[in-house]
């Protein structure tokens, strides 16, 4: 796991929570797609993940999710691995959940309901369409391909991957914040981000996330939860957990009380 760069679910969570950076980031993706407006921030909301003692794994869907001034709500996932069908059914119940919750149980104003963005960060070439650094999927007619309801639900799959590691001729902010994600360590990140003021500012979130040893709990280790509660976790999963934090040369103490996998099992994971 390498924290120090913004693929990571997690160090993209903090640093995107910083509104002027997310605000610029949504604004030069909206730029980058021809969309005719601007990405003023009514709610931002940051998922969490669990740490002990607490009941639930997520508060909600989404590694961060917008409510823009119109109303529409985006939501951005962070996938560090290949993106495949299961990672699109995931991204697309997100989003299904997000327009359904938008309605109070019993309601029938079916009006009120706005539209739903999904934008996907990942790598590889999911379903081999094309080659395209963004595609967009919504409910199109069959026959004609015309978007349905101007598409209440979007969602757009960016592949950072595709994006080239040097600065071309007439490059887009978007591009831009691309290669900052796809930067493999800080180093790299400063060289991109270097005369940037929001992008530098980023990089010194990065930094304050890595320093600030607080936020480095269990979740740090927790790359694809299924379960609500640790006492839920399967022994695979704990084994897993333990395995990374021994990794990052965490006492043995501190990962019995997360895991509560005995000192001998965690010895001979060794």
Known sequence: MNYKTLKDDLT???????????????????DFMGLNYKATLTNVKVQDYMLPNKEKVKGFFGDIVVTLNNSYIVSLEMYKKN???REYKKSLSYLHKLSIEQMKPGEKNYEKIKKVIGISFMQGNFRRINKEIVNSYSFREEITEKVIDEGDIELYLVRYDLVPKRRTKKEKRFIKWLRMINAKDIEELEKIGKGDKIMENSIRVV???LEDSAKHGLERYIDDVKFETMEEATKNEKINIAKNMLHDNIAIETIMKYTGLSKKQIRHLN
């Open 12 to 30: 993209f969570k903090y640093v995107f929570s910083h509104e002027d950076i997310l605000k610029d980031f949504i604004d030069s993706f909206l």
């Open 83 to 85: 993106f495949s069908k």
């Open 207 to 209: 930094k304050e996330w």
